[in-house]
T-cell receptor, first 118, second 114 residues
Framework: GAVVSQHPSWVICKSGTSVKIECRSL??????MFWYRQFPKQSLMLMAT?????????EQGVEKDKFLINHASLTLSTLTVTSAHPEDSSFYIC??????????????FGAGTRLSVL | AQSVSQHNHHVILSEAASLELGCNYS??????LFWYVQYPGQHLQLLLK??????LVKGIKGFEAEFIKSKFSFNLRKPSVQWSDTAEYFC????????????FGQGTELSVKP
């Protein structure tokens, strides 16, 4: 089946630094990838939709200058948390949407990245 | 407000018991419906989906769900749970009126006692 790899799985950083998270679709091309944030014991909240070759679409309330998204190829999207602060500590999850066949309109999820900002 | 609601936050069952997890949504128009499962420490996996056709859909690991359009519901069922079904279950809706975004319910934590 479709596999989405997310890296790193866990990162600890100092307040004020930037952290980059990668999301790769390993065995399929994804024109659209999604970035979610999940708080403990809560649901996934969509942060932004990342489209290959164009600017990401951010959900209301998500700071685009703080959460930089780049989708430079059909298999890679990155999320950079700039000038991270402790309130940015969370679990970030990416997904990639299949484009054809039985995978069309289905999102496949990465394992997530736990960010801890000290 | 448009939303996806999962009514059970935490369900505790003994092995072999039957399971039904509720999911209701409030989006109009055409929707695609999904159930995802997240085992402890793992990523979300697709259990089953409904796009069109037979409203009773069967997924992996013996799970099934029924789409009842009049009730805006997509409840997940399994006749006999196993300890290995212990996980977090998320209902999700993709509404064509919402630009195709996937909106998740709050999740239901299922604990199966051996």
């Amino acid at each position: 089946g479709a596999v989405v790899s997310q890296h790193p799985s866990w990162v600890i950083c100092k307040s004020g630094t930037s952290v980059k998270i990668e999301c790769r679709s390993l065995d399929f091309q994804a024109t659209t990838m999604f970035w979610y944030r999940q708080f403990p014991k809560q649901s996934l909240m969509l942060m932004a939709t990342s489209n290959e070759g164009s600017k990401a679409t951010y959900e209301q309330g998500v700071e685009k200058d703080k959460f930089l998204i780049n989708h430079a190829s059909l298999t890679l999207s990155t999320l950079t948390v700039t000038s991270a602060h402790p309130e940015d500590s969370s679990f970030y999850i990416c997904s990639a949407a299949g484009t054809g066949g039985s995978a069309k309109n289905i999102q496949y999820f990465g394992a997530g990245t736990r960010l801890s900002v000290l | 407000a448009q939303s996806v609601s999962q009514h059970n936050h935490h369900v505790i069952l003994s092995e072999a018991a039957s399971l039904e997890l509720g999911c209701n949504y409030s989006y109009g128009g055409t929707v695609n419906l999904f159930w995802y499962v997240q085992y402890p420490g793992q990523h979300l996996q697709l259990l089953l989906k409904y796009f069109s056709g037979d409203p009773l859909v069967k997924g992996i690991k013996g799970f099934e769900a029924e789409f009842i359009k009049s009730k805006f519901s997509f409840n997940l069922r399994k006749p006999s749970v196993q300890w290995s079904d212990t996980a977090e279950y998320f209902c999700a809706v993709r509404s064509h009126n919402q630009g195709g975004k996937l909106i998740f319910g709050q999740g239901t934590e299922l604990s199966v006692k051996p």
